[in-house]
């Protein structure tokens, strides 16, 4: 597998996607953690038994900022993809499949929040 210039800025693009989704996850799961031991020390004052529970969805989900937004990074995507994949276009174009990829990625990783 050769390592043009394309590949690595797409390996660097999809690495910071990853690392903002756990940035995300972390802080979520700090929130919820603190939230958690805000709630018990609270039931433990009034002498309540039963202490409210987050669910999973509430602890580890992402939301969307924009459904027709993730739509335009799944079409970028897939046109980053077919880029690469069709056999019959020009090779000053099918080098540039790069950007497709790094686009959508970009704009899927801006549009989740925590």
């Given at each position: 597998?050769?390592?043009?210039?394309?590949?690595?800025?797409?390996?660097?693009?999809?690495?910071?996607?990853?690392?903002?989704?756990?940035?995300?996850?972390?802080?979520?799961?700090?929130?919820?953690?603190?939230?958690?031991?805000?709630?018990?020390?609270?039931?433990?004052?009034?002498?309540?038994?039963?202490?409210?529970?987050?669910?999973?969805?509430?602890?580890?989900?992402?939301?969307?900022?924009?459904?027709?937004?993730?739509?335009?990074?799944?079409?970028?995507?897939?046109?980053?993809?077919?880029?690469?994949?069709?056999?019959?276009?020009s090779p000053s174009i099918k080098d540039l499949w790069w950007i497709g990829v790094c686009l959508g990625v970009i704009v899927m990783g801006f549009n989740?929040?925590?």
């Amino acid at each position: 597998m050769k390592l043009d210039a394309g590949t690595i800025i797409t390996i660097i693009v999809v690495v910071l996607f990853y690392f903002r989704l756990s940035s995300l996850q972390f802080g979520r799961a700090k929130r919820a953690r603190v939230y958690d031991e805000n709630v018990k020390k609270i039931q433990v004052k009034k002498g309540k038994k039963e202490i409210p529970i987050l669910t999973s969805m509430q602890k580890y989900g992402f939301l969307v900022n924009s459904w027709p937004l993730v739509a335009l990074s799944i079409v970028l995507l897939a046109i980053g993809v077919a880029l690469a994949a069709i056999q019959g276009i020009s090779p000053s174009i099918k080098d540039l499949w790069w950007i497709g990829v790094c686009l959508g990625v970009i704009v899927m990783g801006f549009n989740i929040k925590y």
